[in-house]
């Protein structure tokens, strides 16, 4: 078992800049993959990025890529997505989520409990 905390959200400005973080505990960190996913209101919650146990291959969505870094500190056991240039349709409830698998886009095992973030115009 794995628990995920985000913090970091907030409210910004178009044009602005967020640092999400993800604090894990329970299981060695190092043994997951991880991902960053959003939900806006009414939509279906997607995959922004995803980075090997290891941190060597990354993922990202199209609408986030040259924007958005993941990163991970495994001694630190702790995920990070820095987001710049942030537009008001980056806004969604964002959520760590931490996968079995050393890598995956698709399947993720657990989840935190989501960071909001508002961009406005």
């Known amino acids: 078992q794995v628990q995920l905390v985000e913090s970091g959200g907030g409210l910004v400005q178009a044009g602005g800049s967020l640092r999400l973080t993800c604090a894990a505990s329970g299981r060695t960190f190092s043994n997951y993959g991880m991902g960053w996913f959003r939900q806006a209101p009414g939509k279906e919650r997607d995959l922004v990025a995803a980075i090997s146990s290891i941190g060597t291959t990354t993922y990202y969505a199209d609408s986030v890529k040259g924007r958005f870094t993941i990163s991970r500190d495994n001694a630190k056991n702790t995920l990070y997505l820095q987001m710049n240039s942030l537009k008001p349709e980056d806004t969604a409830m964002y959520y760590c989520?931490?996968?079995?698998?050393?890598?995956?886009?698709?399947?993720?095992?657990?989840w935190g409990q989501g960071t909001q973030v508002t961009v406005s115009s």
């Open positions: 989520a931490a996968t079995r698998g050393l890598y995956s886009r698709t399947n993720y095992n657990y």
